[in-house]
């Protein structure tokens, strides 16, 4: 019997990708219109290479674009990029279609709900808050809590701790295979692969369930 869902956050409740893309080719826009005499597409193609190496959550993405390319930081160009960034990211997050709804009706059937995302703590909270949807979750895990990234297993053990019941009563739904699906299964949790977050896998997953519309969770359960 199913008595938790423990949710990825990112490409999972939040469409991330199309927001950091958003966000980042308004930062373009800017860093031009600035002063910055590079193309548009060379800039948005960059800087996602950067994020490939440093990861998405880093903060100084666009100091490390300046030195790379300019070889110094122009503050003029680098607090536009920000501005833009930051105006462009906060009016965009929003849940997934049909999240807002799934989370109700899970609630209103007796589900615990709760949250295991490598994101930093305060970012967590800023995206669930901004997408009204933090209240709905009895337990949140981000990367503070363990300082291990999934498929570590020590995040879904924290989580599962904090909710009081066995792997096997648990569904863990997530958007990354090697990560989410991986990591919930070394514990014995059912997984769902949230397919409508990653495009990119084409191919079957291991996960016990793939669904794409977060709304089929309730035909699961």
Request: charge should be positive; proline fraction near 3%; include cysteine.
């Amino acid at each position: 019997m199913t008595k938790a869902i423990i949710f990825d956050l990112d490409n999972t409740l939040l469409d991330f990708m199309k927001m950091k893309h958003i966000s980042i080719e308004a930062a373009a826009s800017a860093m031009i219109d600035a002063g910055l005499e590079h193309s548009k597409d060379k800039i948005v193609k960059t800087l996602f290479g950067l994020y490939d190496k440093y990861g998405f959550e880093d903060q100084t993405i666009f100091q490390k674009y300046l030195q790379q390319e300019e070889g110094k930081i122009d503050y003029r160009i680098l607090a536009n990029a920000i501005n833009a960034y930051r105006r462009v990211r906060s009016g965009f997050l929003e849940p997934f279609p049909h999240v807002m709804g799934t989370l109700i009706k899970l609630k209103e059937k007796g589900i615990r709900l709760a949250i295991v995302s490598d994101a930093p703590k305060m970012k967590a909270w800023i995206r669930l808050t901004a997408m009204k949807i933090d209240n709905f979750f009895d337990i949140i895990v981000t990367f503070e809590d363990t300082k291990q990234l999934k498929p570590s297993r020590k995040p879904f053990i924290v989580a599962l701790k904090k909710l009081r019941i066995a792997p096997s009563e648990c569904i863990m739904v997530g958007d990354m295979p090697e990560r989410d699906i991986k990591g919930a299964k070394k514990l014995g949790m059912k997984t769902c692969f949230a397919r409508y977050g990653n495009r990119a896998v084409k191919t079957k997953t291991e996960a016990d369930y793939e669904i794409d519309d977060i709304n089929e969770l309730l035909s699961i359960i």
